[in-house]
C-alpha cells in the first residue's frame, strides 16, 4: 500500500492550498483518513480527520478554515485550506487506516509529507 501525497507549496497569509493524497495497492477496505502536520521543533498533530462514512473531526485552531473531504471511489483524501496563517506552516502528511486482502485487520499507513509554507 503507497499513499502519495500532493499539493504543498508556498503561499501568502490568507490564501488557499488544496491538498490530495491518494492510496493505491491491495487495498480492500479503508476506515478512517486523515491529515496530520509537524512544524519544526513540534510533535506531529492531527489536523483533520473523516470516516468513511463522512463523519469529520477537526484541530480547534483550523476550525473553520478547512475543511477535510474524501472520495471513495478513488480512496482519495483531501484537505482545502483557505485563509492560511504563518503558524499553518509545516510538512502535512497523510494517513490512513486500511485493511489489505488477506487480512482482517486494519493498520495505519503514511504518506511521505508534502509542505506547507505560509509566508510573505
Known amino acids: 500500500v503507497q499513499l502519495q501525497a500532493s499539493g504543498g507549496g508556498l503561499v501568502q497569509p490568507g490564501g488557499s492550498l488544496r491538498l490530495s493524497c491518494a492510496a493505491s495497492?491491495?487495498?480492500?477496505?479503508?476506515?478512517?483518513m486523515g491529515w496530520y502536520r509537524q512544524a519544526p521543533g513540534k510533535l506531529r498533530e492531527l489536523v483533520a480527520r473523516?470516516?468513511?462514512?463522512?463523519?469529520?473531526n477537526y484541530l480547534d485552531s483550523v476550525k473553520g478554515r478547512f475543511t477535510i473531504s474524501r472520495d471513495n471511489a478513488k480512496n482519495t483524501v483531501y484537505l482545502q485550506m483557505t485563509s492560511l496563517k504563518v503558524e499553518d506552516t509545516a510538512v502535512y502528511y497523510c494517513?490512513?487506516?486500511?485493511?489489505?486482502?488477506?487480512?482482517?485487520?486494519?493498520?495505519?499507513?503514511w504518506g511521505q509529507g508534502t509542505l506547507v509554507t505560509v509566508s510573505s
Open positions: 494517513n490512513a487506516n486500511i485493511q489489505t486482502y488477506g487480512r482482517n485487520w486494519y493498520e495505519d499507513y
Open positions: 495497492g491491495s487495498i480492500n477496505s479503508i476506515n478512517f
Open positions: 473523516v470516516t468513511n462514512s463522512g463523519s469529520t
